[in-house]
């Protein structure tokens, strides 16, 4: 049985005081809630300090990306070892915005997944549409090229510490959702092609999560599709209330 996983991205959002009065009272909100798997990805800057804050409690850290040297002359990187040294736990990979500002690439996105296996970190690992593909029904072909080319050599083994995040780029910040049948459409070819690359056990015990404008009244309705496994949350992770009822709508569903 897959446990939902529902993962905040604070972007480039948040202060050290912000952010400590934020994840205050998620910890207040979320306390002892442990039907979910519950986790915040700050900026670098907040890592080891709200790692500290949140240690004991029911709430995970991760970072919002790496790089996959683990030292040396690279003005401006942050290594899996540090991540992993400053309490994270979690670290997203291939997110869109990583892929269109920064120049990710699907073997950028390999050599991440893979230093932060090795340092011991679990990579949420980001795949989705642009707008233009999906209107040239490229929604699939996107999807298998992301999927088969980043988890090149990745073994079954290794599959297991890893959960996929189906982003489409076309509904994040946006306001725009995929339908529920839209996005179980796809992560259902997600996992119907992690079948064939690996096995049907490890396609059927790696999670799934969807990302794109999530908000507490969508929450329920997404997580029920069979294949939805959790929300990887933008713009609603940064407030209180909207990340707990997301949280705790998400809680409340039984499949």
Known sequence: MRKTIIAGNWKMYKTIAEGSELVNGLKRELIDLEAVDIV??????????????????????????????????????????????????????????????????????????????????????????????????????????????????????????????????????????????????????IRDLLEKIFDKETAQETRIQYGGSVKPENTAELINQPDIDGALVGGASLKVDSFAAIVKKASEVTK
């Not at 029904?137 to 050599?153: E, M, P």
């Open 40 to 189: 915040v990805c700050p900026p670098f800057t907040l890592l080891p300090l709200l790692s500290d804050m949140l240690t004991s409690s029911n709430i995970s850290v991760g970072a919002q990306d790496c790089y996959w040297q683990e030292e040396g002359a690279f003005t401006g990187e942050v290594s899996c070892k540090m991540i992993k040294d400053s309490g994270a736990k979690y670290v997203i990979i291939g997110h869109s915005e990583r892929r269109q500002f920064f120049g990710e690439t699907n073997e950028t996105v390999n050599k991440k997944i893979k230093a932060a296996l090795k340092a011991g970190l679990l990579p949420i690992v980001c795949v989705g549409e642009t707008l233009a593909e999906r209107e040239k029904n490229k929604t699939f072909d996107v999807l298998s090229d992301h999927i088969k080319n980043g988890l090149a050599d990745i073994t079954a083994e290794e599959m297991e510490k890893i959960t996929i995040a189906y982003e489409p780029v076309w509904a994040i910040g946006t306001g725009k959702t995929a339908t529920p049948a839209q996005a179980q459409e796809a992560h259902k070819f």
